[in-house]
C-alpha cells in the first residue's frame, strides 16, 4: 500500500508513539523544517484511519490521542524496507575508481557533445602545437591528435600516474601525443611554445587558478587560444519539494566537494587578470531525468553521506532527500561553461 507523504510523515512520528492532532504536526515540524496544513493533516488523518493505518485512542468516552493500529506498524515497516531497498538497487554505494569514473563520464552523450564543441571552439589548425592540461586518462587526446595531424604535436600533462598509464595505453599508435607527468602549477615547456591549449574540469579542482592561468599564459604564442570546460556547481538544482535541502545539498557540493566549486563563472574574469581577450563564453546545461543517470555524475548517494558527516544534512533530511529522489519524478540540472579567451596576436614576448 503506498502512501504520499503527508500520510508517511505522520505514520513515522507515531511511531515513537500516540500523538494528538497538534503533536503529530509538532513532531513533523521538528522533522522537516515545516507544518503541514491543517486540511493536509486533517486529511492524512482521515485517510490512514479509514485505511485502518491508526486509530483513536478512546476512553470513558474522552478522546485521546491517535496511535498506529499493528497494520500501521507494519506498513510503516514496509514502507521504509522497500525505500531503503529501491535506494540501495539505484544509488551507487562504492566510491568509483577514477579513471573508471572519468571514462564513465566520457561515454555519456552530454559529455560527449560539449567536448566537441570545446575542440571546435580550439579551433586548431594542421601542424599546430596543443597542450592538454589535466588531460587524465587521455580523453581529448585522440581528438586533437585528428586535429593536428601527424605533422603537428598533442602534449598531454597530469599528475597522476594512472591517468597517464590509460592516456598512454590510449595513444600507442598516435605518434604526434606525448605524455608528461606533472603539476599545471609549474609547466615544464618554453615560453610561446603552444598554439593551443585546453582545459576540460580541471581548473575546478587546482590549488591556484589565477597561477596555473599565468603559466597557460607564458607558454601560449601571440595569437594563442585556450578553451576551459570548467562547471559551476553553484548552478546544480536538483528538484525536491523541500527546497531548502535542495539548497543544502547544492551548497555542500560546492563548498566542500569541489575545490573551486564556482570557477565555472570566473573563468573569463580569472583569464582577463592574466592577460587574455575573452572570445566567448558558452554555456552548455547538462538536465537529467533519470536518477540513474544522474547518480552516475553527481553520486547522489555518496555525497548525500558526506553531507550528513559534514553537518549539512540531519541523518532525517539525508533520509527524506533520498527518498524522494528515489520515488521521483527526478530532475536535476548543472551548467558548465565553455570559455575562449585569446592571447592577443600583437602581444610581445610574455612578460609574466
Ligand atoms: C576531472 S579530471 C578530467 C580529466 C580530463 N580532462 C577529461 O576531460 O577526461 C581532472 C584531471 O585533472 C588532473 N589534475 C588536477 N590537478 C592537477 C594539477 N595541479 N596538475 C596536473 N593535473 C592535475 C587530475 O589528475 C585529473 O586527471
Known amino acids: ?48 484511519e479509514a485505511k485502518g493505518l491508526i486509530e483513536r485512542m478512546e476512553l470513558q468516552g474522552r478522546q ?51 567536448k566537441q564543441l570545446a575542440v571546435e571552439a580550439l579551433a586548431v589548425r594542421p601542424g599546430q602545437a596543443v597542450l592538454d592540461l589535466g588531460c587524465g586518462p587521455g580523453t581529448d587526446l585522440a581528438a586533437l591528435a585528428e586535429a593536428v595531424t601527424p605533422s603537428g604535436a598533442v602534449f598531454g600533462i597530469d599528475s597522476g600516474a594512472e591517468m597517464l598509464d590509460r592516456a598512454r595505453a590510449r595513444t600507442t599508435g598516435l605518434p604526434q601525443v606525448s605524455l608528461q607527468r ?67 545539498y547544492t551548497r555542500h557540493i560546492a563548498e566542500r566537494i569541489v575545490r573551486n566549486g564556482a570557477l565555472g563563472r570566473q573563468s573569463a574574469r580569472l ?12 554555456p552548455v546545461v547538462s538536465v537529467f531525468r533519470d536518477v540513474r543517470e544522474a547518480d552516475q555524475v553527481l553520486g547522489l548517494r555518496r555525497n548525500t553521506e558526506r553531507a550528513v558527516a559534514a553537518g549539512y544534512f ?25 570559455t575562449v579567451v585569446d592571447v592577443p596576436a600583437e602581444a610581445g614576448p610574455y612578460n609574466g
Do not use: C
Open 1 to 48: 500500500m503506498r502512501t504520499n507523504d503527508a500520510q508517511m510523515l505522520t505514520l513515522f512520528v507515531l511511531a515513537d508513539g500516540p500523538l494528538h492532532g497538534y503533536g503529530i504536526n509538532t513532531a513533523i515540524e521538528k522533522l522537516t523544517g515545516a507544518r503541514l496544513g491543517r486540511g493536509s493533516l486533517s486529511g492524512a488523518l482521515a485517510r490512514l
Open 64 to 114: 485521546l490521542p491517535f496511535r498506529l493500529t499493528l497494520l500501521g506498524q507494519e506498513t510503516l515497516e514496509l514502507e521504509l524496507a522497500s525505500t531503503a531497498r529501491v535506494a540501495e538497487q539505484l544509488f551507487e554505494t562504492a566510491v568509483p575508481d577514477r579513471v573508471g569514473y572519468q571514462d564513465r563520464l566520457a561515454a555519456t552523450e552530454f559529455v560527449q557533445s560539449y
Open 182 to 248: 606533472g603539476d599545471i602549477h609549474a609547466l615544464p615547456y618554453a615560453e610561446g611554445s603552444f598554439d593551443r591549449a585546453h582545459t576540460d574540469r580541471v581548473l575546478q579542482h587546482v590549488a591556484d587558478p589565477a597561477g596555473v592561468l599565468a603559466e597557460v599564459r607564458r607558454v601560449l604564442r601571440p595569437g594563442g587560444r585556450l578553451v576551459m570546460a570548467e562547471p559551476d556547481w553553484e548552478t546544480l538544482a536538483v528538484d525536491h519539494p523541500e527546497l531548502q535541502l535542495s539548497r543544502a
Open 271 to 282: 583569464a582577463v587578470d592574466a592577460g587574455f581577450t575573452v572570445s566567448a563564453v558558452l
Open 314 to 338: 540531519r541523518p532525517d533530511e539525508a533520509e527524506r532527500w533520498l527518498a524522494h529522489l528515489t520515488e521521483g519524478p527526478f530532475l536535476a540540472s548543472a551548467t558548465l561553461y565553455l
